[in-house]
Structure formats: structure tokens, C-alpha cells
């Protein structure tokens, strides 16, 4: 509008009538308080112009400074973009303040090829996003984009909160081809086998193990149970090592449960069969809990958890551990301990003398543990929903939100891996092939919770399992305390989740 208009020589009334209009002309203003904040800021800085010219408005004629009208222009563009913008609400968990930060520097950088929409970075609490959903769903006004745990796609989409359509759309417009296949199976919904969201990034348990020792005794990498079975027992007294791995037995800590999951899928032992029948007492969940608590015999004594698995690696006690891929930093520097020091290493190599396997082989399958997060484009989202999902798994902008946190940040498309390795400069302490086993473990990861065919009540009964630290006790009570037997385990653990599926069928 400024534009059209010969600032030379106008008049002060003219130039006073143009802004007083530009301020009081009805407007479209979105109903959120944030844009509306906005349109009242703009409006203020142009009345606020106005107001110094009518200083001058005694003079007939004013020299308008081409910078005031630059200025006055622009702020009139603002003004009308901000009045006709769409807003597009992104909920993410990672909210931490150089995390948010990072994603607000995306969301800014998408905002400025498309100055029509308002993309706005909400941080939520992980613990509290089902609270919030459900708030949102209650007042109709749900978010159009959610960074989600894996476990939470499953229910959200069978309550039908999610966009199938869009979310298919979103994992069109990046490559359906550059998804790693297991990230995509996690994400399907068993109902409909559409895409329900679409996956963003993770992290991956494995074994980390010795492998110089591994080498120098001719062992096999420690995939299948009989290969680590006899490297446990083989690792004890070669290069100062005093046991053969650091093993999850502690009855009040989560960690043998994650660990002794992955050990039941390898041996296709799972809590519930396809009929919905309780499972915990099959002779697969039997030998899962023989194979797991018989490496106590060469483990580090006493009831154990993530820490001291941890800290008896690093000071060289153990050749083994089960450790999610957060390890990597801690293997180069040393972890933190709890008394505030750090570990000191047994070597200063220690990365590199370190192999890594995610897959773990039992005598009915294979499994890789860990976690998968993805980007959830919820119902009646705005279509720019899709180009926003595509923008923030693109090149650079992908490329600084796995930079946040490599270790953990495991890219789900095969084009990111190679930019991915140099994110960090601790990646350059590990050979590629440990590299190229992290990026490829999202291809056999499996969870109970993930197996597409249990319903919501399963769900929430596993989720309960592991809540209520059945599996850490059963181990303890077997490994630690002798007082069960896996049999014996076996049949209290049936009993107690039949009990926990009847209550959640009430």
C-alpha cells in the first residue's frame, strides 16, 4: 500500500490519515493470544511513527526520510502477513533449553521461506504428554505436529487422533525408499497397515564387549547365547579382567527388565500369544530366564544395575555390558560417578578397543532393543503439516536436530548416516563397521510393547510389567537370592500378569 505513494513533498495530514487507517481498519486477527500480541506490537510501532510525525505538523510540507518509509513498509508487511498467517503448533519433548533453542532456529529458517505460516516450537514433558493430549482432545484444539515416543503411536492412532493420510504424505514427500525398514514397521498401524507417523530418530541397546580380547582368544562377537555364555566364561583373568560382564540383577532397578527383554525376543518369548492368552510361563520364557541368570556365574557379584555395569568396563573389571548407545561418550572421557569425580579409564583407547552388537541371536529368533521417536502429524492438522515433517528431516535441518545428541539421536534415513558419523568428534574414536552397526540397528528392533497385534489393555499390562519390576525381581530372586528357579519364576510371573491383565479388564 506505502508503496504505491510518492513520499516527496506530501503533506502531514495525508501522511497521518494513511497510518491512522492502516491502524484502525478491521483486521483479521487469529484468535491465539500469541498472534494477537503480535498484531497489537505492530500496530504499536506504526502508531508510534505516526506519533513523531505529528510533531512536525505544524510545517506544510515534510521531506519523509526514505528510511522512515523502508520502515513504515515494512511494518505494514508484517502487519498483514502476521493478520493471514497460518499457525502451525510443533510439540516436542525435547525440551531442554539448547534443544528447544535448536528447534526454534529450524522452525525460523522454514518461517522465512514461508513468511504465511507461523510455526510455534510448544515444549511438553514427556511424563505429562498423554495428560496434555487428552486436554487438547477435550477442548478440540490438538496440536498439528507431536514428537512422540514409539509407544504411544499404537494407542494414539487406534483412538484416531493421528492423520494416517498426511502422515503417509510426509514420509512420501522424503523418500519412503530412505527409511530404514524397521522404523517403518514400528510406525504401521496393525488396523488399517498404514503409516500412523512418521519416525524421527532413536537410540539402540547393545552389547558393548572387548574385542581385543575378543581377538586375541579367537572368540566370536557376542551374538548368539552360547557365543556369549563362553566368552563370560572365558573373559575372567586375560588382560586384568575380573569378570566376564556387568549383568542387570538389581530387583528395584528397570535395567534387567530392558535387558532381559531383548533376551526373551531372541527366544520369541513374549507376555501375551496372538489369542490374547497370558505367556509368561512357556518353556521359551523358561529358557530366556536359564540363559540370562546363568551368566551370573562370571558376573560382577551382587545386585546390579546400569551404573555399575558401567563403571566396571571402563576401569577394565569386565569384558561385557548391556548399554544403550549414550555409552560412546563415556567410553572416550569417563562417566560421571554419583560421588561428582569421574571415571578413570583403564585405557585411553578404550573406544577403540571396544566392539559393538546390537543383535543378539537366541535359539528362536533375533532382537535388538531400544527406542524409536517419531513425528506424529495429529487430526485435522494443517496441510502445511507435511511440508513442515519433511523440512525438519531435510539435509541441515536434520542434520543439527541429530547433533543435539548423536549418541542417542540415531538417524531413520539412510541418506543422513554418512553426515550423521562426523556430527561428533567421538565418532572418531570408533572404527566405521561400529558406525554402521549403531545406524543399521533400528532393522531387528523389537520391544514387547511395539509387537503390532496387542490392544491397548496388553499394552498397558506390559506397560505395567515393567512398571511394577516383575522381571527385576524374578531375576534377583533367581540370580541373586536362589530362592527360585527359572521354572518356578516362570509360573510367578504368569500369575502375576494374568492378575494384572484381569484388573485392566475390569
Not at 487438547?136 to 505436529?145: G, Y
Not at 555409552?327 to 579409564?345: N, R, T, W, Y
Not at 523440512?391 to 548423536?406: C, H, R, S, V
Request: charged letters at 20%; proline letters at 5%; one cysteine or more.
Amino acid at each position: 500500500m506505502f508503496k504505491k505513494l510518492h513520499w516527496k513533498s506530501i503533506s502531514i495530514v495525508m501522511i497521518l490519515s494513511i497510518l491512522l487507517a492502516a491502524c484502525s481498519a478491521p483486521a483479521t486477527v487469529p484468535e491465539d493470544s500469541a498472534a494477537a500480541d503480535k498484531v497489537a506490537e505492530l500496530q504499536s510501532q506504526i502508531e508510534a511513527l505516526t506519533n513523531q510525525l505529528q510533531q512536525a505538523k505544524t510545517e506544510t510540507k515534510v521531506e519523509v526520510d526514505p528510511a522512515i518509509q523502508a520502515q513504515l513498509d515494512e511494518l505494514q508487511k508484517q502487519l498483514q502477513s502476521v493478520q493471514n498467517r497460518t499457525v502451525v503448533e510443533f510439540w516436542t519433548t525435547d525440551n531442554e533449553e539448547a534443544r528447544v533453542k535448536r528447534y526454534e532456529e529450524v522452525a525460523a529458517r522454514f518461517m522465512e521461506l514461508h513468511p504465511e505460516v507461523d510455526l510455534r516450537i510448544v515444549t511438553i514433558e514427556e511424563a505429562g504428554i498423554s495428560q496434555r493430549i487428552s486436554t487438547a482432545v477435550a477442548a478440540n484444539r490438538l496440536p498439528d505436529i507431536v514428537r512422540m515416543g514409539i509407544e504411544r503411536v499404537a494407542s494414539y492412532a487406534a483412538d484416531g487422533l493421528l492423520d494416517e493420510a498426511a502422515n503417509i504424505a510426509a514420509i512420501t514427500a522424503i523418500g519412503e525408499s530412505d527409511f530404514r525398514k524397521g522404523p517403518l514397521s514400528m510406525v504401521t498401524n496393525a488396523a488399517t497397515g498404514k503409516y500412523a507417523a512418521v519416525p524421527f530418530d532413536g537410540w539402540i541397546q547393545a552389547m558393548w564387549y572387548r574385542q581385543d580380547i575378543f581377538s586375541t582368544l579367537g572368540l566370536p562377537a557376542p551374538v548368539k547365547w552360547d557365543d556369549i555364555t563362553a566368552a563370560c566364561k572365558a573373559l575372567p583373568g586375560n588382560d586384568n579382567l575380573l569378570y566376564g560382564i556387568g549383568l542387570g540383577t538389581d530387583p528395584g532397578q528397570n535395567y534387567p527388565h530392558q535387558v532381559f527383554e531383548q533376551v526373551a525376543i531372541s527366544n520369541n518369548a513374549w507376555p501375551f500369544d496372538e489369542s490374547g492368552a497370558v505367556t509368561m510361563d512357556t518353556p521359551e520364557m523358561v529358557a530366556a530366564l536359564a540363559f540370562y541368570t546363568g551368566l551370573q556365574e562370571c558376573a560382577i557379584p551382587g545386585p546390579q544395575y546400569w551404573r555399575g555395569a558401567r563403571e566396571a568396563y571402563e576401569y577394565g573389571q569386565s569384558g561385557m555390558m548391556f548399554y544403550s548407545t549414550y555409552i560412546m561418550d563415556d567410553l572416550v572421557d569417563g562417566s560421571g560417578k554419583e560421588d561428582g569425580s569421574v571415571v578413570a579409564l583403564a585405557y585411553k583407547d578404550l573406544a577403540a578397543r571396544t566392539g559393538f552388537a546390537p543383535s543378539m541371536e537366541g535359539p528362536n529368533g533375533a532382537a535388538t532393543y531400544g527406542q524409536l521417536v517419531a513425528l506424529g502429524i495429529m487430526r485435522d492438522a494443517d496441510p502445511v503439516s507435511v511440508d513442515v515433517v519433511k523440512f525438519f528431516m531435510e539435509g541441515k535441518n536434520y542434520q543439527d536436530i541429530l547433533a543435539l545428541a548423536p549418541f542417542g539421536k540415531v538417524p531413520v534415513l539412510e541418506s543422513a548416516v554418512e553426515e550423521w558419523k562426523s556430527s561428533s568428534d567421538y565418532f572418531s574414536n570408533y572404527p566405521p563397521e561400529t558406525l554402521e552397526a549403531v545406524a543399521a540397528g533400528y532393522d531387528s528392533m523389537q520391544r514387547w510393547l511395539f509387537r503390532p497385534d496387542y490392544d491397548a489393555i496388553e499394552r498397558a499390562v506390559v506397560g505395567d510389567i515393567e512398571g511394577r519390576l516383575l522381571i527385576s525381581q524374578v531375576i534377583s530372586n533367581i540370580a541373586i537370592e536362589g530362592s527360585m528357579t527359572p521354572e518356578t519364576g516362570a509360573k510367578w510371573l504368569q500369575e502375576q500378569v494374568e492378575l494384572l491383565l484381569t484388573e485392566r479388564q475390569k
